[in-house]
């Protein structure tokens, strides 16, 4: 994902196929925003699986704010932190803060007071390989996140967790978060297997989840 002054663009990537654009986005000027074409009747909601690692961290959080701030996320989100260690969500917000506030030169950084971004931020404590805690998460963010009528709840998973554990929170994701309302999204950091046919293999295990067009993989 590549975010600019004037433009986005998501693209999805095969293991042996070539870049396909999904979706792009211009703005064409200071007034204009994507959150305008986004659905306020809907929510939507990041979980991103491994909140508390130097990815997420350094990179993650500081461009989602960064985001936030050029209006590209509308005011009906979320942010949930989803990692084994045990935090409050205002302990967790005050990572983020921290983590905003010094995040390295190469990384995308608010322009804006980040503190309403801040806090659409929540926490949640659970692992990477038991069920009941995928449940459990599903139930938190049923009750004490997306609470409301909504149309329609939308939810984007960003694992930021080491490669080993892709194929299970995939698969647990698919079990017991998938929004059943709305749309899905798996968000992947390289690597993506050793080789092409582990990478393959990787790929057939996220399909048994999700569409291949729901899956983004970051380079």
Not at 144 to 172: K, T
Request: aromatic content about 12%.
């Amino acid at each position: 994902i590549t975010a600019g002054d004037r433009h986005i663009v998501f693209v999805n990537e095969m293991a042996d196929q070539p870049l396909r654009t999904l979706s792009y986005i211009t703005k064409h000027g200071a007034s204009e925003s994507v959150s305008e074409t986004l659905d306020t009747k809907q929510f939507y909601t990041i979980i991103v699986f491994g909140a508390t690692g130097h990815l997420a961290k350094s990179k993650i959080f500081p461009a989602l704010a960064s985001l936030y701030c050029g209006g590209f996320l509308c005011e009906n989100f979320a942010v949930v932190g989803y990692a084994r260690s045990a935090l409050t969500t205002e302990q967790f917000r005050e990572i983020i803060r921290e983590a905003i506030s010094h995040a390295p030169p190469t990384a995308s950084k608010p322009t804006c007071d980040s503190s309403m971004f801040i806090e659409s931020c929540f926490y949640f404590q659970g692992s990477y390989e038991d069920e009941s805690s995928f449940a459990a998460c599903a139930d938190f963010l049923d009750t004490q996140v997306e609470c409301g009528r909504w149309e329609a709840v939308n939810r984007m998973f960003h694992l930021s967790v080491p490669p080993e554990l892709f194929g299970i929170v995939s698969d647990l994701i698919g079990a017991r978060l998938k929004s059943s309302s709305g749309w899905n999204r798996l968000v992947l950091e390289k690597p993506l297997g050793r080789d092409l046919e582990s990478s393959r293999a990787l790929t057939e295990r996220f399909t048994e989840s999700f569409d291949e067009d729901s899956i983004y993989r970051m380079d």
